[in-house]
């Protein structure tokens, strides 16, 4: 499965909380400290993810549920690349099509 780790469960993880542990052991590719291994790949911005952050953000804004717009960048890349997000923050539940653990 792919992952795309926000910074409070890579804290989480450093932390050592199972949960965390766990869905990062059945990861394909994670973000974090193992920037250096060969199951990590850096997700960088390019063309059609602005077209995916654009199309996010109106969909909020029609919702009445905006996101921090650094969170926005990153339900947009992990909607790109198909990844699953693994986060505690509430907010992206606002957008339900995009996978989280």
């Known amino acids: 499965m792919k992952v795309a780790l926000d910074t409070n469960r890579y ?16 990861a394909e590719r994670v973000l974090g400290l193992f920037l250096n291994r060969r199951r990590v790949t850096l997700l960088f911005a390019d063309e059609e993810t602005t077209f995916q952050f654009a199309r996010l953000c109106g969909q909020l804004r029609q919702q009445g549920t905006p996101i921090p717009t650094h969170d926005l960048w990153i ?4 909607t790109q690349h198909g990844a699953v997000l693994c986060t505690r ?3 992206f539940a606002h957008l339900p099509q995009m996978p989280r653990v």
């Not at 804290?11 to 990062?24: H, Q, T, Y």
């Not at 339900?75 to 992990?78: D, H, N």
């Open 11 to 26: 804290r989480d993880f450093c932390a050592g909380i199972p949960e965390v542990v766990r869905v990062l052991q059945q």
């Open 75 to 78: 339900a947009a890349l992990v």
């Open 89 to 91: 923050d509430a907010h």
